[in-house]
């Protein structure tokens, strides 16, 4: 599969959740955690702040795949981002979203920034896809980057309080 992350990097890869897992597709920011079952960063295809991935580090498809103990990492880390994201961006609605039709399971956190809010009215799952498909027509300028970059670095330090 060939893809592009938002800075413009092409990736030629079969799986994106193995790439990032295994390190031969580094996600933009770096890791905001990584723990034994699961690994927590930035979208690298869509630039929005707060716009985090829950992955698996090990190639299952859905909750139902997971161990126990990979459950129980799993909940705890949707609650610290849930709440990191929040106190980083001051958001007020998060939308999250998984889908078995991934080849590699992946747990989405879909912030409503106040220029999503602003530019697509209010939060509706069935206005993700096109909101998403917006923000991957093109990589962002060096500008976009050091802000969402920032975004990333609040996250990252808000993690602890969450």
Known sequence: ???????GREWDIQCMGCAIAGG???VPGGFIQRTPHF???Q?????L???LV???LRHIRSISDMQEPEYEEFARLVRIAHSAIKEATSIEHLTLVQEESSTHFHLWFFPWTQEVFVRYGRPS???IRDIIADMREKPINH???EELENSIDWIRHSWGSG
């Open 1 to 7: 599969m060939k893809t592009t992350d938002f800075l």
């Open 24 to 26: 031969s597709m580094p």
């Open 39 to 41: 690994c927590v960063h």
């Open 43 to 47: 979208d690298p295809l869509i630039p």
């Open 49 to 51: 702040p707060g716009c």
């Open 54 to 56: 829950v992955a698996s």
């Open 125 to 127: 799952l069935v206005k």
């Open 143 to 145: 500008a976009a980057w």
